[in-house]
């Protein structure tokens, strides 16, 4: 999956460790994120939108 | 390798030299000395090569989390240490078989303690963090199981010759160990 997430947190001037926070998630898994690595859960995803105010979709595209 | 690596490798490195050192020019001195730094030793060394594999350590839960671990695995771990060397040193001042069991198994609920504060940390992982400690606690489950099912084979062939209480002590260490090397190995996938 392709992300936006780094784009996003870069554009609100936080650091992976201040996202991780607002997320309740480790810095290692906002980095697993942002790098393709690993793709969040359904309820996780829908955190990040909200915190970003976008949905989903236009934050995570297929890779394809 | 990361320093937190460094300075477990070279501590562990230093008490071991210190132990071989002790043995060799003060040979008067109890067994259990000698025991005890070589079990700190090779046990600082065996951290410091977890942590050379781990990318990084320190991330893998929140703060909030990781302060409640140490919070309580310190203690339980500093019990243990007590407990055991009281234990060791009841048991052979005391003859009744019924003290001897309650005596030997003093260390047991201070590890209990330890376990459930990995337990409440893996809980309260977030999700891909569950999924590595799941699939690291799996691969120290079948690793150690594989090899305590074959060294039972060899043992019955009698091909070698391991004491059952050595054996069983060292059940729940190797876990441990197996468990963060394949841990780290694992987290590398999600760099």
Redesign the interface.
């Known amino acids: 999956m392709r992300s936006r997430v780094r784009e996003l947190r870069e554009s609100q001037g936080w650091s992976q460790g201040e996202l ?2 607002r997320l ?6 906002v ?2 994120i942002e ?1 393709g ?2 793709d ?2 359904l309820p ?1 995803a829908f955190r990040l939108a909200r915190l970003f105010g976008e949905p989903i979709e236009a934050i995570f595209q297929p890779a394809d | 390798m990361s320093r937190s690596a460094r300075l477990y490798a070279m501590s562990g490195a230093l008490l071991l030299a210190a132990a071989i050192a002790c043995q060799q020019l003060l040979p008067g001195l109890p067994d259990f000395l000698y025991g005890l730094l070589y079990g700190l030793a090779i046990g600082l060394l065996l951290v410091g090569v977890v942590r050379a594999f781990q990318p990084d350590g320190c991330d893998d839960v929140t703060p909030a989390v990781r302060r409640r671990y140490v919070r309580e695995i310190l203690p339980a771990m500093i019990g243990y240490v007590a407990a055991l060397f009281l234990s060791i040193w009841l048991l052979k001042r005391v003859d009744a078989p019924a003290l001897r069991a309650l005596i030997a198994l003093l260390p047991v609920p201070a590890i209990a303690l330890a376990m459930r504060a990995i337990m409440r940390r893996i809980r309260d992982a977030d999700e891909l963090q569950r999924r590595i400690e799941l699939e690291a606690v799996s691969i120290a489950a079948a690793f150690i199981s594989l090899g305590y099912l074959a060294a039972g084979f060899l043992q019955r062939a009698k091909v070698i010759d391991v004491p059952s209480s050595a054996a069983m002590i060292w059940v729940f260490p190797l876990v441990c160990f197996t468990f963060g090397l394949a841990k780290s190995v694992l987290s590398r996938r999600y760099r």
Do not use: D, G, I
Not at chain 1, 24 to 29: D, E, G, H
């Open positions: 991780a926070e309740a998630v480790s810095r290692q898994t980095n697993a790098t690595k690993y969040p859960s996780l």
